[in-house]
């Protein structure tokens, strides 16, 4: 098989792309997410994070600009995925109550694939000398860190009353 030369630039681009279909893809799923919860602070946290993703896609169309490229997506599989898993919890679990255990659980899948994807462009962005694309993934990164911190804490009462019922009924 011939070797290719395509350098970290189009990495880096191809990636951009990536990440910003899947950005795109996020902020339809949290409308849904946060319909099905059944939890005021879950709710809200998905409301609040549907608003920072908005902002993401714009930070990632002035990343476009910065490496002067037109913002476009490019379809990303593993969100496609993660994101389907997410419907499956909200379909397989309405009414139940370990449906908002899985809603945290699915959304902060999301939310690793999404700090794992913003960390690589950061790096490969410092190492290709792109300062300003530097600080605006940082931000987002930071985000998206904050945001499972999040998750992690409404987690804890979530998966406690997922499993109060079983307790009782014991």
Known sequence: MATTTKPLDDLFHDMLKDVYYAEKQILKALPKMA?????PELKKAFETHKAETAEQIERLSQVFEVIGKTP???TCDAILG???EGEAVIEDYEGSPALDAGLVASA?????YEMARYGTLKAWATQLGHKDAVKLLDETLAEETKTD???TQLGGP???AAT???AKAA
Request: hydrophobic share 45%; charged share 30%; glycine share 0%.
């Open 35 to 39: 319909k099905a919860t059944k939890s």
């Open 72 to 74: 476009r997506a490019k």
């Open 82 to 84: 993660i994101l389907k």
């Open 108 to 112: 902060q899948a999301v939310e690793h």
């Open 149 to 151: 911190k999040l998750l």
């Open 158 to 160: 979530a998966n406690t």
């Open 164 to 166: 109060a019922p079983a």
